[in-house]
């Protein structure tokens, strides 16, 4: 970790939050939610 | 021909769209990217890009593909006629069909060289090599071959082989069998591969590994140091915008198809945006925490620089590995198995839209439309392998994998927020949703993603030569750029070597030793030659790709007439 400037770190870091906060936000809304999805039209088998 | 057509689970399709996403570029692009325009700075015009055009142009996809769902279509032809009665709409969706024909023709070639890569890593054929031997592998196994059109490699046409048939018989299981169920399988694998790679990666380091020249960390921090100066540069951000088009696989018709499998109220927002966010984990975090931290580690700095995401992945990364030891195989078959699920569970998205059509509108059954599909796909598959990557590939590439997802894309945000009308659309994608769109997106969908489009339309059909920044400044005159639409059309790029090559033959003509001079100037020739040629093959590519975009109208224009006959128009 030394080997990275202090900008690059803070940069890194703050991108990496918001990119797994974001992803996990949406992850749990949809786990936790209680609907399910639908269908549509004919399947031709 | 009962039963219905759906997904088995949220999550599944979840994971099938952020598969459909999930592609090689996420891996081997975005790093190369990053760090070629500006390090960190470079995810301050991605995250814009991301959200004006990119949420936006997902939502809208995501929305015409439910509403035209609805009303029995699953492609984009079909979709966009629901959205307005001009007959144009249907055939300016013809290129949502053309866009992924065209783009699965070399995309399923890339997968075959995962799946050979992956297979050959796992009985550790990569040991001892250095990177000029596996790239002598690659050629051996794609069959080129500097200066000559052809380019025929039998173990590596029998490799695209399986891998096509592997793709049409998943698709050939439907929906919830056949896509879904691959996607629930890959897309964990992948994360989980990536995953293991990354962590392993950052532990590189010279006290414990003697193979490495530096830490890891280095390599991450050429990643990441942000280099502000280069935002006021327009190739910084519309590589960023062009990024971001890539990634979420918007502007090919892909995402209408999955979400025609949605009921009306069936959430859209949430869903969207987990599958997007997911993609920004597999790109932002995984994809650049692999590539170039693990090449600098044993290459150095220096070493890296300037390669590009391919070159690394699959020319040097095998040789990489080598320095795990009794992981190497292991860790290469992670790698080129976790690009192979990148890169299936994107081609299979690019199979179902032609497959529904079919089978939409010429009633054909799943087996059948999956060999129609087939029928289509070959022809301009082969054409792809058998050729030199400059010829089918690259065009391929240029003109569907590029500049008709911007086309398109602009297409459909006129269509849905000016022809169908902003309040009709806004209504239609807060239908069921679980996640409140910010109202800010009203405004942006309706001026600010069109315009974003039309700049970066334009930027790609002027480029200069030299770039729009120094261009900007006055440092240059225009003339075209080879990378530009207009300047691509003339072969500007081709012309660009041929040029070199005659400076080639001109320094050539002043040496001294006969022999020597004799061996340049027909080295010259023979790549002149060569060029002269290639130019030919990509006017008849170009004329392949207007026949087919031509006969998907026809197809098209035959499919309304037996909608007419039947009533159902």
Known sequence: MDKMTTEALVFMLSVWALVISATMYSFYRLLTSKRQIGGSDDERE | MGGKEKWASRVGLVLAMAGNAVGLGNFLRFPAQAVNNGGGAFLIPYFVALLVMGIPLMWVEWSMGRYGGQRGHHSTPGIFQSFSKNPFWKYFGA????????????????????????????????????????????????????????????????????????????????????????????????IIFAGLLAIRGLFINPETDTKAVTSSWEGLNFVWQPKFDRLGDAEVWLAAAGQIFFTLSIGMGSIHCYASYLAENDDIALTGATSAWTNEFCEVILGGTILIPIAVAYLGLEAVKGQGGFQLGFFVFPTLFENWGALAPVAGFMWFGLLFFAAITSSLAMGQPIMAFFQQEFGMT?????????????????????????????????????VMLVVFALGEAILFAWVFGMNKAWDEMNKGAELRIPKIYFFILKYVTPTFLIVILSAYAFKPEEGWTKLFKGETTFAWSGDGMIGKILHKDIEAKIDVQKVAMQKAADMTDGAERQKEVAKAEQTIEFLGTLKTVRNIDRLVMLGVFGLLCLLIAMAWRKRRLEGRE
């Open chain 2, 95 to 190: 290129m949502g069909l053309w866009s992924c024909l065209i783009i699965a023709a070399f995309y399923l070639y890339i997968e075959s060289w995962c799946l050979a890569y992956a297979g050959y890593s796992a009985f550790n054929g990569f040991s001892g090599m250095l990177p000029d031997g596996v790239k002598a592998f690659f050629y051996d196994m794609t069959g080129e071959r500097t200066n000559e059109i052809f380019a025929i490699g039998p173990w590596g046409m029998l490799i695209f082989a399986i891998c096509v048939l592997i793709n049409i018989f998943i698709l050939s299981k439907g929906l919830a069998r056949g896509i879904e169920l691959v996607a629930k399988i890959g897309m964990p694998l992948l």
């Open chain 2, 366 to 402: 799943r087996p059948k439309s999956a060999l129609a599909l087939a029928l289509l796909l070959l022809p301009l598959a082969i054409m792809v392998a058998i050729t030199n990557s400059g010829a089918f590939f690259d065009e391929f590439d240029y003109w569907a994998g590029t």
